[in-house]
């Protein structure tokens, strides 16, 4: 994530924190600088900080129960609206993804326990009110906020952990896919109701929380839907196959003047024996005019991007699309079983596939 920094790693997995996250500190701490004085402003700084740190352990109950079934945890990002712990895949074992989703909100409910049973921290009805009041004791607020995070989370929409198990426990009778539509919509009609509350409570929080569920939910839902599609299809029906190459000596000109020709946007470069060694892109295209204005007969080779990934002619799709997201890479070349270019898939015309099959 662009605007995160990192201050180490911890258990396995890199723990970054948002820019944006400083903030609200700040914001919390003018507010009760302006309301009551320098020491509620940082009695309220301490006690956001400690309330991320339950949420950094939250994330981390995730990650260490992903651990468990072999999936790794890259990173743990902290936002002013909560933490993401970036998995490196979602078990899709109904049992293990909801073990996985209980994992963050136990880590809270132990925190709540400790607090109220080890420590002896008395809640009463004013602090479940006056969260953000300064003078309440400041570990029975601590306690409080482990359990609102309890609540919040277990919320049975996407994209909370709630929504997680309610997915996997629709999966088990209807397909993943659908389960995921209905946890998705959930959410959204959560998204609706912080807003109205946040608009009506005039509290920006909770209309930024709002936005982010929506965007979050809708974003899940489009994902399994391609993922699911992408296992159900093959490359072989996916990919393009009317298209011009490039010679790995082509000039400048040559490669401006295909680009004008066709309509394509990716060009792939091959070599004398037909064999790919990578993809001019428009854009690389157009940076390389503009470079070189005057000198159009130069070759385009060290403007060809050539991490580009490949896969075999019978490979179902989702394995070309698995291979542009870790190489963040705009083409996948399709390779026929004596390693010649035949084909490639672009984001693009995966979109038109779903649409011209009714899947979008
Ligand atoms: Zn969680």
Redesign the pocket.
């Given at each position: 994530m662009t605007w995160s920094f990192s201050i180490g790693t911890f258990l396995g997995s890199e723990l970054r924190v948002h820019a944006t996250f400083f903030l609200l500190l700040l914001w919390v701490g003018a507010v009760a600088y302006v309301a009551v004085g320098p020491v509620a402003a940082l009695v309220n700084i301490g006690f956001i900080l400690v309330l991320f740190a339950c949420v950094v352990a939250?994330?981390y109950?995730?990650a260490l129960m992903a651990r468990r079934y072999g999936i790794a945890t890259p990173d743990i990002t902290l936002l002013p609206i909560?933490?993401m712990?970036r998995l490196e895949r979602m078990p899709e074992k109904p049992g293990q993804e909801i073990a996985v989703?209980l994992a963050?909100?136990a880590v809270n409910v132990l925190i709540f326990l400790i607090l109220v049973v080890v420590f002896r921290v008395d809640i009463d009805v004013d602090t479940l009110t006056q969260i953000e009041d300064p003078r309440e004791g400041f570990m029975a607020r601590v306690a409080v906020v482990n359990l609102f995070l309890v609540l919040f989370?277990m919320l049975p929409a996407f994209p909370?952990?709630g929504g997680r198990v309610f997915r996997a426990v629709l999966s088990i009778w209807m397909p993943r896919v659908r389960a995921t539509q209905v946890a998705a919509t959930a959410g959204q009609v959560m998204a609706f109701v912080f807003g109205f509350l946040g608009l009506f409570t005039v509290n920006p929080l909770l209309i930024l929380i709002a936005v982010f569920i929506f965007i979050a939910a809708g974003a899940e839902s489009s994902f399994v839907a391609m993922q699911d599609f992408g296992r159900h299809t093959g490359v072989r029906e996916a990919m393009i196959t009317r298209f011009e190459t490039l010679q790995e000596d082509a000039s400048l000109n040559e490669a401006a003047a295909a680009l004008i020709r066709t309509t394509q946007h990716e060009f792939p470069v091959i070599d004398h024996r037909g064999r790919m060694v990578g993809i001019l892109t428009r854009r690389a295209l157009y940076a390389a005019l503009g470079e070189e204005e005057g000198r159009r007969m130069r070759p385009i080779t060290p403007h060809v991007d050539r991490d580009v990934p490949t896969v075999p002619l019978n490979a179902p799709l989702e394995a070309a699309m698995e291979a542009m997201a870790k190489k963040q890479s705009p083409a996948v070349g399709v390779l026929s079983p004596s390693g010649g270019l035949i084909g490639y898939v672009t984001h693009e015309n995966i979109g038109e596939l779903m649409v011209v099959s009714g899947r979008a």
């Amino acid at each position: 994530m662009t605007w995160s920094f990192s201050i180490g790693t911890f258990l396995g997995s890199e723990l970054r924190v948002h820019a944006t996250f400083f903030l609200l500190l700040l914001w919390v701490g003018a507010v009760a600088y302006v309301a009551v004085g320098p020491v509620a402003a940082l009695v309220n700084i301490g006690f956001i900080l400690v309330l991320f740190a339950c949420v950094v352990a939250h994330e981390y109950g995730h990650a260490l129960m992903a651990r468990r079934y072999g999936i790794a945890t890259p990173d743990i990002t902290l936002l002013p609206i909560g933490g993401m712990a970036r998995l490196e895949r979602m078990p899709e074992k109904p049992g293990q993804e909801i073990a996985v989703a209980l994992a963050g909100p136990a880590v809270n409910v132990l925190i709540f326990l400790i607090l109220v049973v080890v420590f002896r921290v008395d809640i009463d009805v004013d602090t479940l009110t006056q969260i953000e009041d300064p003078r309440e004791g400041f570990m029975a607020r601590v306690a409080v906020v482990n359990l609102f995070l309890v609540l919040f989370n277990m919320l049975p929409a996407f994209p909370m952990d709630g929504g997680r198990v309610f997915r996997a426990v629709l999966s088990i009778w209807m397909p993943r896919v659908r389960a995921t539509q209905v946890a998705a919509t959930a959410g959204q009609v959560m998204a609706f109701v912080f807003g109205f509350l946040g608009l009506f409570t005039v509290n920006p929080l909770l209309i930024l929380i709002a936005v982010f569920i929506f965007i979050a939910a809708g974003a899940e839902s489009s994902f399994v839907a391609m993922q699911d599609f992408g296992r159900h299809t093959g490359v072989r029906e996916a990919m393009i196959t009317r298209f011009e190459t490039l010679q790995e000596d082509a000039s400048l000109n040559e490669a401006a003047a295909a680009l004008i020709r066709t309509t394509q946007h990716e060009f792939p470069v091959i070599d004398h024996r037909g064999r790919m060694v990578g993809i001019l892109t428009r854009r690389a295209l157009y940076a390389a005019l503009g470079e070189e204005e005057g000198r159009r007969m130069r070759p385009i080779t060290p403007h060809v991007d050539r991490d580009v990934p490949t896969v075999p002619l019978n490979a179902p799709l989702e394995a070309a699309m698995e291979a542009m997201a870790k190489k963040q890479s705009p083409a996948v070349g399709v390779l026929s079983p004596s390693g010649g270019l035949i084909g490639y898939v672009t984001h693009e015309n995966i979109g038109e596939l779903m649409v011209v099959s009714g899947r979008a």
